[in-house]
DNA sequence: ATAAACTTTCAAAAAAAATTGAAAGTTCAA
DNA sequence: TTGAACTTTCAATTTTTTTTGAAAGTTTAT
């Protein structure tokens, strides 16, 4: 396989596994771009790369930049903003929880506490305690699954590497 | 809060939780109902409750029970299918994660492994290495993220209990 | 203070994804 | 074998999400 053709394949590939998991597709190809290209890339050839509108890019890097999947740079005698990514696939990963856990997670953690309390009258007192027993489970899990990510995003690669290279066999 | 009130909620929350990774909004407000409803349920509950179409429900209802998160039943002297949901939120998480994996890690998996053979010329030699070498890290990191899935959708709960309890602290 | 060179915003347009519901298919009791 | 009672499919429609690009905003060198 040519090297231009390996590249547009994995950018459409990430692409396409960002949009599966919600994140916009775009997104992901420019998240992709960033990962493989060596060199600093300016909006603009990002626009040109990937074949999308002004607008389209810079939203775009501007949500991977808060992610901190991309970085601002400035080159000496240039005006212009320039980008670079994020190559540790670690620190990559950690991000994208974090990101993740914040805007999806906490929400769901948050209403999961709200619906703990359900008020029963004499009618349907088991309906509501099978309700508030279930939404308890489920709230357990969550915060259990919400400490293991927090561990996780905050590790070191090592201590992850070991911990799972254990863990796996 | 109310009972009806609440299961609305949730419902509503689930759905747009779902939504959010990439999975059918529908589908996951069909999977809360199950996971907070402890009768069985036909396809008819599920449109009325919902609001949703025949079409739309049974589409839905099929691809739960894929996933092995909602199952088919039978009530005596009644010819309708009933349905009833997996209220084991482990249980659920392990089919999740194996119907997703299935569905998105191993076709990228497979990219991965085609994109490890770029041919170089005497031009590009270093991209091409330092193409190579991006790819091989994603898929290293890939291959241990899928083998902690595995093991984990392989798991008991109380296994995986004690050990994110040791994990996380 | 100006204006050139850039970045950001946002309403309208386009594209993608989900939904509908009528029609086709299936199953089963008689 | 029939037909009633259900389930499934899929082309057309609707809804949601994404993208565009012109206009507004910002920054910086002079």
Redesign the pocket.
Known sequence: MQLTEAKEKFIQQWGSLG?NW??????A?IHALFLINEELL???DV?EIL????????????TLIDWGLVYKEHKTG?????FRGEKDIWKVTQRVIKARQRQELDPMLNVLSQLQNVEADKKNKEEVEAFTKQIKNIKSFAELADSSLTKISGSEENWFLKTFMRFIR
């Open positions: 949009s919600g994140i916009n597709r775009t997104m190809q300016s909006a603009e626009m074949q999308i509108s002004r607008g389209n890019a810079n939203m775009n890097i501007r240039e005006r212009k903003e320039f």
